[in-house]
């Protein structure tokens, strides 16, 4: 026995590192090996074109075998038919296959070249049926190959009866049910039929090294490489290549000096592939490999098994395998048949055997499903479950990070908590790029790479993940296991200078048993386990989406009952509840709608956070006063219904319970230390007189509650018929309007601005009138509402912007003197996406300079969305349009908002004008609206004034400009200029104004 060497380091069992470098080990694996030009000398070779039948390339040895051939150049461009016969089966070139040559019954033509009588100690052949041929094509090429055979009755009849023998010996090998014991009888059975000293069945491991699983020798050997290692540079990529190519491969004489094709190139200049001959010469390298472990002959069968290369059954000889002891054609097929075999049943018994590795993780996770199914809480489950499923692992930690489930258990080290676990495993899978899938570390704690710094212990870990919304993945890690590896020899190579300054990698000397200790791996990953993991995180994946969809679903369900804000029933539930009752003919209810007089403005002065405040406390008052048979929604908004329940349908219990809520409202509102004080408007219907359907009974209370703002507000009402005809009043009203900007019955008034200092009129504003084909000239405060309503208001918007810049033009044209136009713009196209470039386009298409319009908000619409707002009114300034809020005062003025919006004018509304004379409160509230203009130097505008009085005290106070029928009414296009004649004239000599 050899010299054992124990050695102990922290590498890759392969050891490629300690060998070669990693270049120079890429420049070996790039010999083309398969492009030679050599062929084993104890047959020859011919390569013909196959569209001209021509023989281009022979074997220099060719006439070595071939009688009385003088030199092998004499078959280069001859016809092939000139040379050989192809018989009864004239086999076209071109039909030859592509890999796995064929045998074809043709025969060479000696006899072209023979003498007449052969000497006697002449050791050629003249019979040309001791040659077999094999053909296969190679590109545009056939390439022909000739093999001695077996000729005498002898040979032929030990050649049949080992034939028989082994089919009926290889039967033996597909009733073999294990894996462990069908590889050392597969090699038992080989060696006897090849006839070869040592036959060894090796397989490549993932690094792919290899490790010889099983030996059979003759009995004049003894096995000596089972359960030792190769390193993966003992046959390198491009060998293996060609394993996976070509299948059965023969080397008779490790010795024998090969041959060399004639001409050494093809024409064209290039060089014959020679991947699947059958005579195809080693490389140099190759052959010393085998003259250093002492072997004369090889024949080598590839294992395949899914399309990989699986392993190698390598059958060694130590003398030679050339006439008479040829490796033959039957010989070849059994080898054939036996290598197909094995594939055959190694991939049957690893698929059986990971069958059964399938079948109990199957079991185990079936359990775990029906456990987690019938469990509320997937964590705890884990945790009863853990030291079945990391016994089944072999594993020691169990991780899992599915969709905000995290879960780290197990009885290895962890010095940090479970999400540092999960944030280090994400941060290798960032590192690595890996794909979606199940990836495997196996030598975390070597020294190629980095522990998991929250998992110490782990020098393995598999990994399944995948994206969802986000990445999700479930891992088990191992410890670990200190191997005793031993290599057939030290995997040490030399390396040799060749004359063109190519570095060469020499053979291995030595073959002798070397041990070597390997730390910092865990025992491998198997391919089952890869598979149980991704089918457990597949498996807590779908579980917690189940436990997030049900979750989700009572939220969804709660959702779609209840208001969000409130906690109520919302407008589909109470819907639902109130025609169930009805188509009962459970007439035992009345319907209350109410809603939060002027709330609007609570969100406009506070914020949409404070309404909701109140809101929310609005609710939990009307929640205490009602009873448990009652039932409270909120529609939306401010707007509530409730369903009151009664013995007798009775109005006036109804309204008395109204006044209930009149009181509930009363008491003010606490939020953030505001004390706000709110009222609320009630509507009542009760059915069946005021309705059969939830629809009519809300439509009626509805109109109930118009009718009790309409009368004030505070207040409740209960319908009665002829609210519905006021009703009907306004929709027709409504539906008119629609038509009468195609219909063209808008107009356009214009009232004059005065300067109440100069006494001079400064400018005009555009208010549209609606002349109503039957009601006549109906008040803009009818109409605009209910443009505003059924969102008709930018259409009528549009038209009176369009108007006023053609009346501008149209009086620049008339050579008329023209003041900047007031217009005034709804909340509505505010909001609008193209306002600016519209009135932009209008002043570009009349040719009236942006200084002759102005834009009016009012106050109550730049409360509403002030940060659009000043963004449109900025964008207008930028274009030369100046602005102006209107109606100033009326909301909740503010110096603080007011600054922040791009104003050159704020115009008092008229309701102070009206009162400040009479009014000390009005009179402080106007004083201050004035000197809040003038500090921020804004022309300040006061509407309304209708007498001298109301004039002088604005000018004595600082207010710039004023406008009302003092000065003048809104008068028509035609009048406007000869009314500004007439007001400046009347000023001028101190006339009173006009009313």
Not at 171 to 197: G, K, M, S, Y
Request: glycine content about 6%.
């Amino acid at each position: 026995m050899s010299l054992t060497v124990i050695r102990s380091v922290k590498k890759p069992a392969c050891m490629r590192k300690d060998t070669i470098s990693a270049e120079l080990e890429k420049a070996c694996a790039q010999e083309p090996i398969h492009l030679l030009g050599t062929v084993q000398p104890h047959g020859f070779l011919m390569a013909v074109d196959v569209a001209s039948g021509t023989i281009v390339q022979v074997s220099s040895g060719i006439a070595r075998h071939w009688p009385g051939l003088a030199n092998a150049e004499a078959l280069v461009g001859a016809p092939l038919l000139e040379w050989v016969e192809r018989g009864d089966r004239p086999d076209a070139l071109d039909a030859l296959p592509l890999t796995q040559p064929m045998a074809l019954p043709w025969r060479a033509r000696f006899e072209r070249t023979a003498p007449d009588r052969s000497p006697p100690e002449s050791a050629m052949s003249t019979n040309s049926a001791d040659w077999e041929c094999l053909g296969h094509r190679s590109g545009k090429l056939a390439v022909l190959e000739w093999l001695p055979q077996a000729t005498t009755a002898e040979q032929l009849h030990v050649q049949s009866r080992t034939i028989s023998d082994i089919v009926a010996v290889i039967a033996r090998l597909r009733h073999n049910d294990r894996t462990d014991t069908f590889l050392p009888e597969c090699a038992r059975i080989v060696q006897v039929f090849a006839d070869f000293d040592r036959v060894m069945i090796y397989r490549f491991l993932p690094d792919d090294s290899g490790e010889v699983l099983a030996e059979h020798t003759s009995d004049r050997y003894q096995p000596k490489f089972i359960g030792l290692r190769f390193p993966a540079t003992d046959i390198p990529a491009q060998a293996r290549a060609l394993y996976l190519t070509n299948r059965l491969r023969v080397l008779a004489d490790v010795e024998a000096a090969p041959d060399t094709l004639v001409p050494p190139q093809l024409p064209g200049g290039a060089v014959l592939d020679q991947s699947h001959c059958m005579l195809r010469g080693l490389s140099p390298v190759h052959l010393v490999y085998l003259r250093n472990m002492g072997v004369r002959a090889t024949l080598t069968m590839s294992i395949v098994i899914d399309g990989k290369l699986w392993g190698l059954i390598a059958c060694h000889h130590h003398a030679p395998k050339v006439p008479p002891y040829q490796i033959r054609e039957g010989l070849r097929q059994v080898c054939e048949l036996a290598a197909e075999v094995t594939n055959m049943r190694i991939e049957t018994l690893s698929k059986l055997e990971a069958a059964e590795v399938r079948l109990r993780f199957n079991a185990i996770l079936s359990q775990l499903h029906q456990a987690l199914m019938l469990g509320e809480d997937i964590t705890e489950v884990l945790r009863q479950r853990l030291p079945e499923l990391l016994a089944a692992f072999d594993a020691n930690t169990l991780g899992v990070c599915v969709n905000g489930l995290v879960y780290v258990a197990g009885p290895g080290r962890r010095p940090h908590p479970a999400d540092h676990v999960v944030a280090d495993v994400l941060a290798r899978l960032d590192q690595t790029q890996r794909a979606p899938g199940v990836h495997m570390w196996d030598d975390l704690l070597t020294l190629d790479q980095s522990a998991l710094p929250s998992l110490p212990q782990a020098a393995g870990m598999l990994l399944a993940h995948r994206y969802e919304e986000h990445t999700i993945f479930c891992f088990v890690t191992r410890p670990e296991v200190v191997q005793q590896v031993r290599w057939a020899g030290q995997p040490h190579k030399e390396t040799a200078a060749l004359p063109d300054g190519q570095v060469r990698l020499e053979p291995r000397r030595s073959f002798a048993e070397w041990q070597q200790q390997v730390q910092g791996r865990c025992a491998p990953w198997s391919a089952a386990e890869a598979e149980a993991l991704q089918s457990l995180l597949q498996l807590l994946s779908e579980v917690n989406k189940l436990r997030v969809n049900r979750t989700l679903h009572e939220k969804l369900h709660w959702r779609a009952h209840h208001d969000q804000l409130t906690g109520l029933y919302n407008r589909r539930t109470m819907e639902d509840e109130v025609n169930r009752r009805l188509e009962a003919r459970q007439f035992d209810a009345a319907l209350l709608l109410f809603d939060l007089d002027h709330f609007k403005r609570i969100n406009d002065a506070y914020g949409h956070a404070t309404g909701d405040q109140v809101l929310l406390q609005f609710s939990r008052r009307l929640s205490a006063e009602i009873r448990d048979c009652d039932l409270l929604a909120r529609l939306g908004g401010d707007e509530f219904v409730l369903v009151f329940q009664m013995d007798s349908l009775d109005p006036a219990v109804a309204l008395a319970f109204a006044e209930r809520l009149h009181q509930t409202v009363a008491k003010p509102f606490d939020i953030n230390g505001q004390q706000l004080r709110m009222t609320v408007s009630v509507g009542l219907a009760i059915p069946p007189d005021h309705g059969r359907a939830v629809s009519e009974l809300l439509r009626r209370a509805d109109l109930a509650l118009y009718h009790a703002k309409s009368q004030g507000r505070s207040r409740s009402a209960v319908f009665d018929a002829s609210m519905e005809s006021d009703q009907m009043n306004l929709y027709l009203l409504e539906r008119d309007l629609n038509e009468a900007v195609k219909k063209n019955e808008l107009s356009l008034v214009f009232q004059p601005k005065v300067d109440l200092a100069s006494r001079h009129v400064v400018g005009i504003e555009a208010l549209v009138r609606w002349n109503h084909p039957t009601r006549g000239e109906t008040p803009p405060t009818t109409f605009i509402p209910l443009a505003e309503r059924s969102d008709q208001i930018v259409r009528i918007d549009r038209w009176v912007m369009r108007h006023a810049v053609q009346a501008q033009a149209r009086w620049r044209a008339q050579g008329l003197a023209t003041l900047p136009m007031a217009v005034n713009l709804s909340m509505a196209d505010i909001m609008s996406t193209n306002l600016v470039e519209y009135l932009g386009d209008l002043l570009d298409e009349f040719q009236v300079p942006a200084a002759a319009i102005e834009v009016e908000v009012t106050e109550s619409c730049a409360m509403r969305e002030l940060g659009k707002t000043r963004s449109v009114l900025a964008a207008l300034n930028l274009r030369g349009i100046s602005t102006t809020l209107d109606d100033f005062g009326t909301g909740f003025s503010s110096l603080s908002y007011l600054r922040q919006l791009p104003l050159q004018s704020i115009k008092i509304d008229q309701s102070f004008t009206f009162s400040m004379l009479e009014d000390p409160n009005a009179e402080k509230l106007t004083q201050a609206i004035v000197a809040m203009g003038v500090a921020l130097k804004m022309l300040v505008v006061a509407e309304g004034v209708e007498s001298e009085q109301q004039m002088n005290w604005l000018l004595a106070h600082g207010c710039h400009l004023g406008q009302g029928y003092y000065f003048s009414a809104p008068v028509s296009s035609d009048d406007i200029h000869a009314v500004i004649s007439g007001i400046e004239l009347r000023l001028a000599q101190g006339a009173p104004g006009l009313h």
